[in-house]
């Protein structure tokens, strides 16, 4: 009794290969002015691709940055409205002698497809727009009322959405956003995504001098950037781990012994995981690795540069030294506190002679919990575990999902996580992949989502809408 | 009662000064084999030059880097016998786009010759040979046993020096080396240098993992390799700015009161100085500012790096951090005890999970003192008050002189610095000049200098002799 639009996606699993191929092919970096081509082009080719699919309505929404693009189709009132989520930038590819081949020249090896963007988010994408066009080419319909929105800020923050939500309320007003992004947090076990850390952070400039001095003349009498900054970055954690930032950890509630006795049940291979990265467990004294993850916060210096870096030596004492921060937040901090809080913590440790400069380089974004009675987690956790065969876990997530803050805010819904990416998958860093058989099992749950929010009513979403920010 | 050479040299100064920019023009940029045909011309140039002026013997002497250039005129056994040590290699002229004028064509403002190298070492170089040029075209014989020694590799730590040296002990057998390289201090002070630091160094990686991983998957759960490195850098001094390294100061001794003493009363406009390089005084306690930098050590980071360091951000956990440190050594310490102290502080240091590997990049060189009571301090420090009409001050410079190190090793002699460039000339930086009134001043004391060495018992020189390395 197989589905017929996902037996056809089944078949069809060639040429959606090939159009994930096609698409990772543009190198649509957002954080780098000098790949605005590659934005422009990603944009082109999804008005084409929804276009060609069966959405009539594609094009960009007016946006002061890397405009977002949207598509709907209507089946009429009666039936649920969803949001579908995704984005279409990527991460820069450095360091990009660490890519075993080119980052935008797909290479499938293992069942994995290799390319910058591959897992986050042209993959689970291609799932999303693929599983409508299907709907659309053999029923000529959707189950229920669809919405696209696939932007072009995630990687730098999504740091327009919001003011282009806020100005299409009307437009984009839907029950719930299922957003093709968020990876899954393991490939060997299915899970659902209730809650996801928060983001602040800052680029700062350390300034001891007003230009390089030679060692020789001046080592020893004038203050070093280096040493500065190398004293800034050690003065945020105490010796045993925890952060020394005054006001950094308010607002914070213990989490109920129930929830550290679940995460404590989750099957967790903590060695094999540690021996995967190549590295040893190191955290906040006093909790767990899995309650490190998603229930405590971190501040991570992310870049550290200053003095002479090339080949051989340069004997100078160097009078400027830059960092890049940021810190993931869990419920309860609020993310302007938390930085004003980082940078007060730097000004009173900023020595004489030493001067801070701090550049606001990204939004922030408070942490976000989806309530556990919301009727579309519960949608979400039955398709995937028929998919997957097994019983679903709910985890949340140490990363940061900006645009649940965003669509709560501005639309008054929550966002439920479908993604068919996996945490594994070497986003942010050299070698992203995303595995092919997610093309197959992705396909086949967002056939199955579809249909079974088609049986929603629309009256059991009214108790979860959220005020709307004026 | 003027002394006929020396008036000859001020009558012949324009002639000096078209000599100076001749010799400017010859881009002898040792460290770039691009510019090997400036290193050819200038060999060649020496050569001319020292043979015309009557240096029969002038030639190159074999060397597996830059040769070298060497000729001699003896007066005979019972006179002392000097090496005059100089430098025909130059910096690179980098940043090309910050020069006024093209670097290799000599401009005259202000009383100032403007070019690349025209103070490090050309100018001294030439207020040296023609000096000795004026004694044999007027008197036909030197004053005493004169040996050249010009090289070509000062740039590059005279990297092989040692064994041209070592390879030609008894053709540079002399008594004391009398060196045309390193700056005088100040332009409004008379003085003598008689102690340089030493230095030694290395480069450094941390490693906390097999890759860069995401701040969101990882962040708190894991090392940072730039909180690692920044925790290193920190710990090599104490709050309150000693260095924390055991070892570090072994074998140092208090300097004593009477040296302390005579610092404090040299002329020196410290505000003036921090405000000029836009800094304030930072160092060691309880110590001034000139003792922090001609009797007490340094370490300083010369450059660090790691992580995402481009434009925007890149929410990563960079797991391999980087950097570049030298230490200025004084009397006492042993430079590779203090290299091998500097890495076992970082081993000891080093958290679980991260790895540290060393790069040996440079040589090491112990620091130097000319003994006080050496008969040509004595001579050189006479000369110059008689030239300047004023007392000299004994000082020691910050920076490093290899040849120092190398000349007594393998000659067993010492090296009394005689140049007549001065510290602020720019060298190694863009508009490097040299003062063309140094010229008449520098050939009037090289002048009065030989006159005197004339008079010098060798005998006197006897218990100066350093032992030979073997």
Same mark, same amino acid.
């Given at each position: ?25 543009? @190198?649509?970096?957002?954080?780098? +002015? ?14 084409? %691709? ?51 081949? @080119? ?20 993959? +689970?994408? #291609? ?77 700062? #400039? ?20 280096? =040493? ?24 914070? =509630? ?50 550290? %540069? ?123 860093? @050299? ?31 009214? @108790? ?7």
């Amino acid at each position: 009794l197989t589905d017929p639009v996902a037996a056809a996606l089944r078949a069809d699993l060639p040429r959606i290969t090939q159009r994930l191929a096609d698409y990772v092919r543009i @190198p649509s970096v957002s954080t780098d +002015p000098s790949f605005s081509d590659g934005i422009r082009a990603a944009q082109d080719y999804l008005i084409g %691709w929804l276009g060609s699919a069966g959405f009539a309505s594609a094009r960009r929404l007016p946006s002061r940055g890397h405009a977002p693009i949207y598509a709907e189709w209507l089946a009429g009132p009666g039936t649920l409205t969803i949001l579908v989520y995704g984005h279409y930038d990527v991460q820069p590819p450095d360091p990009l002698d660490k890519w075993v081949s @080119p980052p935008f020249e797909p290479r499938i090896q293992d069942g994995r497809l290799y390319a910058r963007g591959a897992s986050d988010d042209k993959g +689970p994408v #291609v799932v999303a727009i693929e599983t409508l066009a299907a709907f659309l080419r053999l029923e000529g319909r959707l189950p229920v009322n669809v919405k696209v929105l696939i932007e072009g800020e995630e990687e730098i923050g999504s740091i327009h959405l919001a003011e282009t939500v806020r100005a299409h309320r009307d437009l984009l007003a839907a029950d719930v956003v299922i957003s093709a992004d968020g990876a899954r947090w393991r490939a060997d076990l299915p899970t659902i995504t209730v809650g996801a850390r928060g983001m602040t952070g800052f680029e700062f #400039v350390v300034t001891t001098a007003a230009k390089d001095l030679h060692s020789g003349r001046y080592g020893g009498i004038v203050p070093n950037a280096l =040493h500065v900054i190398a004293e800034l970055i050690t003065s945020v954690r105490r010796p045993d781990g925890r952060i020394a930032v005054v006001g950094f950890y308010d607002g914070i =509630h213990d989490a109920p012994a129930a929830e550290r006795e679940a995460l404590a049940q989750l099957p967790f291979d903590e060695p094999q995981l540690f021996a995967a990265l190549g590295t040893t467990p190191a955290g906040e004294p006093g909790f767990t690795t899995l309650e490190r993850l998603f229930l405590r916060p971190t501040i991570e210096v992310n870049g550290l %540069w200053g003095g002479y870096t090339g080949v051989g030596t340069k004997t100078v004492i160097p009078h400027e030294a830059r960092a890049k921060l940021t810190a993931r937040l869990v419920p309860g901090q609020e993310p302007q506190k938390v930085k004003a809080a980082l940078m007060a913590h730097f000004e009173s440790r900023c020595p004489p002679g030493a001067r801070l400069t701090f550049i606001d380089t990204r939004g922030s974004t408070a942490a976000y919990v989806i309530p556990l009675t919301h009727p579309t987690v519960a949608v979400a956790e039955r398709v995937i575990g028929e998919v997957a065969n097994r019983p679903v876990l709910r985890v949340r997530m140490g990363a940061t999902l900006p645009i649940n803050q965003i669509f709560a805010e501005e639309l008054g819904i929550d966002t439920v996580p479908f993604s068919f990416a996996t945490a594994d998958e070497d986003y942010h860093a @050299p070698n992203e992949f995303f595995r092919l058989s997610a093309l197959e099992e992705g396909t086949e749950a967002w056939t199955r989502l579809l249909r079974a929010l088609a049986n929603e009513r629309v009256a059991a979403y009214q @108790p979860f809408r959220r005020p709307i920010a004026s």
